[in-house]
C-alpha cells in the first residue's frame, strides 16, 4: 500500500475521505464484537476499527495481529460516536473504519512494554535500544536534540559564524584524558588518536582568518564513565578573533537564551552571575555549585580553635580544616537521621560528620559539651543560621573538606526537599592557570596547555606558576558544569614557556604541538573560545538524569556499546595488516607484546 496520510495529518474536516495509512500497532483491544488497532507513526495515532458485520475475513486477519507488527490499512475517516472521543490525542475525535488490512511485517514480542520501560534495567534497555527508541520520551528527546542542533546552527550561522569541520584522525597529544588510538595500516607502527576536542584547530583556523568558527563537533576521551559523561560525546564548539572574555560569554549566553526561549518558551535573565573560582570554593566547596538552594560553607576553622574537641585540633594541627554548613528552615532531623548522615559521610570517604543546634540547648549532640553557649551562637551567626537549625561541622584536608561539605549540601537539599525547580545558571572565572598534581609530582593545566594567563599574571608563569591566573571560565547549570573556554595563547614565546611548566621540553613540544606552534609565528591573532556540551545541556533541559537518554545508541558505564557487542576482536588477519600482534594473557584475556614486557 502507499501511504496518503500520516495518522497526525487526520482532522475531523475530512470526514467521509478513503485515506491509507501505514505503521506500527500501539496496541489491540478485542471487544468480543469490534475490534480496535491503536496505528503508530512517529508517535501519533489512529484509531483502526474492523466491524466482523462488514467484512467477516477481514476481521479475521486483523486478530492475527500483535503488537509492533507493521501494517498497512485502507480505510474511510469517520467520526468517534459520543462518548468515546480521547481528548489527550490530536485524533481522538475520529477514526478509520477499515476495508482493507496488509501485514507488512510481524514483531517477536517485546522484550518489555513500552508504557513500562521504568522498571526494566537500563541494561536490557541499552541492549533492546531499538525497541527502548520508540518510547514516546526516547521519540520526543531525540527530535528536541534535532531541533537544538539545527537552532543552534541557525542562530550562529546569523551572528556570522562560519561551520567548518575539523579532521576526526589526528595525532596524540597530551590533553588531560588517555586517548582512543587507531592504528595506521599504512605507515606500519603509528597511530591516529581521535580528538578529545578540535581544540589546536580551531585555533589554526583562527591564524588562517576564518574569525568566527563553530561545529558540532564530535570528541572523544578514554576516561571513567559516570551519568554525565560517555566515551564519545558532542559539543557546540566556537572559537573566536579579536575578542576578550566578555564577548566569548555574551555570545554564550545568546545562544543559550535562545534555545530555552526557541524549544522550551522559557526566557532566561541574561547576563548570568559570575563567581570567581576561589568564592566558589569557599561559598561551595567546588567549582560547579548549585546555587538554586542556599546553605552555603563557612570555614570555622579559627572559631572552633577554642573548643576542647580533640579531633578538630588534631585536624588542623595537620594542616586541614573545619567547614560548616546550616540547614534551611527547621527541617525535623531525628537522631537517628542524624547518624544515617554521619555515616553516609563516612561512605564518601569523610572521617564523620559533627552537628549541633542552633539556639538550642544540648539537644543530644555528642560535641555539645566542648561548645559554649556564647561559641554556639557565633557559629550560628557566622552561618545565618536561625535557632532550631542544624549545624554540621566537617574536618579535612582542605581539598577532601571541600568536596565533601559540597556532597553533603547537595545530599541535604535533595533529602530536604530543598531544591526548587529553576534553572540557576552562573559563570565561574579566574581558575588557577596550572595545579599542583601529588601523583605525577609536577605542575598540570586545571583546563588545558593552550589557556592563556591573566596578563597581570604573564610574567610570573615560569617562576611563581602557583600564582598565575588564568583566562578560563565555565559555564555551569544547577551543579553541572555545561561549557567550558578560555582565552587562548597566541604567542609562541609565551607558550613554549607554559609547556616549560608543565614538563613538556622542546623537543616534546616540537614533536607533539609543532602545527600550532608554527601556526603562531605566521600572524596569529588574539582569540577565545568555549564549547558547549550538547549532551548535558539537553539532559538539564529535559530534566533527565542522565546523557544516556539524550543519545540514540550509548555506550554503558564500561563502555561498550550492548546493541552492536563494540569493543569486540577482530580477525587475525586485521591484526597482521596493522602490524599488531596479540598474545594470550594468564587469565584468558590477550593482551599487547608491550603490554607482556611491562
Known sequence: MKRTHSCGSLTSQMLGQQVVLTGWVAAVRD??????????????????????????????????????????????????????????????????????????????????????????????????????????PMQRTLRFRHRLTLEARNWLASQGFVEIETPVLTRSTPEGARDFLVPSRLVPGTFYALPQSPQQFKQVLMVSGFEKYFQIARCFRDEDLRSDRQPEHTQIDLEMSFVDEDEVIRVVEGLVSRLYQSLLGIKLEIPFPRLKHAESLARFGTDKPDMRFGMELADVSVLVRETELKIFRAVMDQGGVVLALATEGKPRLSREDLNRLTEWVKEQGGQG??????????????????????????????????????????ADKPHKARMLADMLRRHLASRLDLIPSKNSFVW??????????????????????????????????????????????????????????????????????????????????????????NALEYGAPPHGGIAVGLDRLIMLMLNLTTIRDTIAFPKTQKGTCLVSGAPATVSDRQLKELNIKILQRDDGRRTTDEERDE
Open 353 to 394: 560528620l559533627a552537628w549541633l543546634k542552633a539556639g538550642a540547648g544540648d539537644e543530644g549532640s555528642p560535641i555539645s559539651k566542648f561548645f559554649p553557649e556564647g561559641l554556639v551562637k557565633r557559629l550560628a551567626g557566622r552561618l545565618k543560621a536561625a535557632p532550631g537549625e542544624t549545624l554540621f561541622f566537617i
Open 428 to 517: 565561574i572565572t579566574e581558575f588557577p592557570l596550572f595545579e599542583w598534581s601529588e601523583d605525577e609530582g609536577r605542575w598540570v593545566s586545571m583546563h588545558h596547555p593552550f589557556t592563556a594567563p591573566l596578563e597581570a599574571d604573564a610574567a610570573r608563569v615560569e617562576n611563581d606558576a602557583g600564582s598565575v591566573y588564568a583566562r578560563a571560565y565555565d559555564l555551569v547549570l544547577n551543579g553541572t558544569e555545561v561549557a567550558g573556554g578560555s582565552i587562548r595563547i597566541h604567542r609562541r614565546d609565551l607558550q613554549e614557556k607554559v609547556f616549560k611548566v608543565l614538563g613538556i621540553g622542546e623537543v616534546q613540544a616540537r614533536a607533539q604541538f609543532s602545527f600550532l606552534l
Open 31 to 136: 471487544h468480543g464484537g469490534l475490534l480496535f488497532i491503536d496505528l503508530r507513526d512517529e508517535q501519533v495515532m489512529a484509531q483502526l476499527v474492523f466491524n466482523p458485520e462488514g467484512d467477516a475475513a477481514l476481521h479475521a486477519r486483523a486478530r492475527e495481529v500483535r503488537p509492533e507488527y507493521v501494517v498497512g490499512v485502507e480505510g474511510q475517516v469517520k467520526r468517534r460516536p459520543a462518548g468515546t472521543e480521547n481528548p489527550r490525542l490530536t485524533t481522538g475525535g475520529i477514526e478509520i473504519g477499515v476495508a482493507r488490512l496488509e501485514i507488512i511485517n510481524i514483531s517477536s514480542p517485546l522484550p518489555f512494554e513500552l508504557d513500562a520501560a521504568a522498571s526494566v534495567s537500563e541494561e536490557v534497555r541499552l541492549a533492546y535500544r531499538f525497541v527502548d527508541l520508540k518510547r514516546a
